[in-house]
T-cell receptor
Framework: GAVVSQHPSWVICKSGTSVKIECRSL??????MFWYRQFPKQSLMLMAT?????????EQGVEKDKFLINHASLTLSTLTVTSAHPEDSSFYIC??????????FGEGSRLTVL | AQSVTQLGSHVSVSEGALVLLRCNYS??????LFWYVQYPNQGLQLLLK??????LVKGINGFEAEFKKSETSFHLTKPSAHMSDAAEYFC????????????FGKGTRLSVIA
C-alpha cells in the first residue's frame, strides 16, 4: 500500500487564491519531508526541506512567502501556494524519508491556476 | 555539489529489445545513486539504488544498473523491454542516505514499440 499520501491529486483554482496541498506519511513518523516541483516534461526540482517543529529550509530562488510550508506533526507536512498565478501551475510532489534512509514519494498534486 | 546527466531525453525500443538508459553523475564524495520510474500523473517509484555495496544492482521489474566509478556512470538496463515499461525514468544522486534530498537528472522518456 501507499506509504505517502498527497491530497488533493488535482486542483484547479483562480488566479489570486491560495491552495493547500497535504503530504501525509502513513507508515512511519518523519521528521523530514521534501517538496519538489515538476514542470511538464521536466525533472523534479527541490523546493524546500520541511522540518518537523521548525522552519522549512528553502532552496535558492524559491520564495518562502509564496510557498508556505508547515510541518506541524511527524506525519503531516503542508505546502500552501499563496496568491497563486498561472506560472505556479505545476506538479508538486512530496517525499518522506524513513529511518533507513529510503525515500518514499507521494503520487503528486497537479495544480492548475486559471 | 552533485549533479546528474541523463543522455537522451527520449529513447524508443521495440518490445523484447534491450533497454539502455544512460546516467552519468558528478559528486565530490562517494555517491548514493538511484533510478526512479514515473508513470503519467503519478509520483516516483524506486527501481533500484546503489549504496556502496555491490556495483551491479538489481531492481524491480527486471531492471538492473551497474556503478562504474571510472566512468562516473550508473546506466540502467533491462534485457527485454515490455510494453508496460513505457514511462519516464529519472536518475538521481545523493551524498548519503540520511536526510539529504536527491538531485535528479532531467529524465528519459522510454517508449516501447509493439
Amino acid at each position: 500500500g501507499a506509504v505517502v499520501s498527497q491530497h488533493p491529486s488535482w486542483v484547479i483554482c483562480k488566479s489570486g487564491t491560495s491552495v493547500k496541498i497535504e503530504c501525509r506519511s502513513l507508515d512511519f513518523q518523519a521528521t523530514t519531508m521534501f517538496w519538489y516541483r515538476q514542470f511538464p516534461k521536466q525533472s523534479l526540482m527541490l523546493m524546500a526541506t520541511s522540518n518537523e517543529g521548525s522552519k522549512a529550509t528553502y532552496e535558492q530562488g524559491v520564495e518562502k512567502d509564496k510557498f508556505l510550508i508547515n510541518h506541524a506533526s511527524l506525519t503531516l507536512s503542508t505546502l500552501t501556494v499563496t496568491s497563486a498565478h498561472p506560472e505556479d501551475s505545476s506538479f508538486y510532489i512530496c517525499s518522506v524519508q524513513a529511518d533507513t534512509g529510503e525515500l518514499f514519494f507521494g503520487e503528486g498534486s497537479r495544480l492548475t491556476v486559471l | 555539489a552533485q549533479s546528474v546527466t541523463q543522455l537522451g531525453s527520449h529513447v524508443s525500443v521495440s518490445e523484447g529489445a534491450l533497454v539502455l538508459l544512460r546516467c552519468n553523475y558528478s559528486s565530490s564524495v562517494p555517491p548514493y545513486l538511484f533510478w526512479y520510474v514515473q508513470y503519467p500523473n503519478q509520483g516516483l517509484q524506486l527501481l533500484l539504488k546503489y549504496t556502496s555495496a555491490a556495483t551491479l544492482v538489481k531492481g524491480i521489474n527486471g531492471f538492473e544498473a551497474e556503478f562504474k566509478k571510472s566512468e562516473t556512470s550508473f546506466h540502467l538496463t533491462k534485457p527485454s523491454a515490455h510494453m508496460s515499461d513505457a514511462a519516464e525514468y529519472f536518475c538521481a544522486v545523493s551524498v548519503n542516505s540520511g536526510n539529504t534530498p536527491l538531485v535528479f537528472g532531467k529524465g528519459t522518456r522510454l517508449s516501447v514499440i509493439a
